[in-house]
């Protein structure tokens, strides 16, 4: 498979598993609890997509050694290891065409989300479900929104003075309640914002991860060939020790 292809296929594939892993795990009550384990999880995931980045670049960088060899023996070589050679431009295709679809949706969410709004439109509720995996993360500014209290007791003193000794003004109950959502919901609309943009450099984050993994694959297979090297130094000086003290077979005496 072509490695671009299947770097973007891996990038949508943790993206999805992440997704279903915060849906999980959005049992988790307390915030505090909530936010360690965001960061922990999000941890995990991101080094997760470095670490296959770099498996990647390091396979791909002994395929090209190994295919420049066979060239220089004059071996003829099929087409499709030539194609699985190490190139950074791959890693940075794969990384713009896995990173730009969620990037242009958080964008979006900011250009066109209304300000100030109690509700999340369908286009703030779409954005929300595909930011699952970042939904731990960003749990600090959702905590954030909560309760307006000074909003509900304004509220509870209109509704008090509605009660009249006579009985109930019934109109101006109705008055209050057509505007008691927006001092009483959930939403306070700084926070809000902040979230939104949020979305933005967290789009980037994990394709990024892995193409940083990729362009790394050179280091990596540098390091794996000292390993290998010093293995086998230690290998021939164990051979050349264990040779100089074995022992004599005994002869039988005449």
């Known amino acids: 498979m072509n490695t671009t292809k299947s770097m973007v296929i891996k990038n949508l594939t943790m993206h999805l598993i992440m997704m279903v892993f915060s849906m999980l795990v959005s049992f988790v009550g307390k915030p505090v609890i909530g936010i360690i384990m965001s960061l922990a999880v999000y941890a995990i995931y991101i080094f997760m997509m470095y670490a296959d980045g770099a498996e990647r670049g390091e396979r791909a960088c ?20 030539k194609k699985q050679q190490f190139e950074k431009a791959k890693a940075l295709k ?13 964008v979006c969410n900011v250009i066109f989300a209304a300000p100030g709004a109690i509700y999340e439109n369908s286009l703030g509720t779409i ?34 003075a509605a009660v009249e000794y006579s009985g109930i003004n019934f109109s101006k109950i109705a008055e209050i309640s057509s505007g008691s959502k927006q001092l009483i919901h959930a939403y306070n609309a700084h926070y809000i914002t902040i979230l939104r943009l949020t979305f933005i450099p967290l789009s980037v984050i994990p394709p990024f991860a892995m193409m940083i993994g990729y362009l790394r694959g050179p280091k990596f297979r540098e390091k794996k060939l000292k390993e290998i ?12 020790v264990n040779k100089k003290t074995k022992t004599r077979t005994a002869r039988p005496e005449i």
Request: glycine share 6%; with cysteine.
């Open 127 to 160: 954005t929300r479900i595909v930011f699952l995996p970042c939904a731990w993360v960003t749990r600090i500014f959702t905590e954030l929104v909560g309760w307006d209290i000074d909003g509900a007791l304004e509220v509870s003193n209109q509704l008090f």
């Open 94 to 106: 794969a990384f713009i065409i896995s990173a730009l679809p969620f990037f242009l949706l958080a």
């Open 229 to 240: 090297e010093e293995g086998s130094r230690k290998k021939r000086r164990k051979l050349k």
């Open 62 to 81: 002994t395929l090209s050694a190994t295919v420049s060899k066979l060239e220089s023996e004059g071996k003829q070589v099929d087409e499709k290891l």
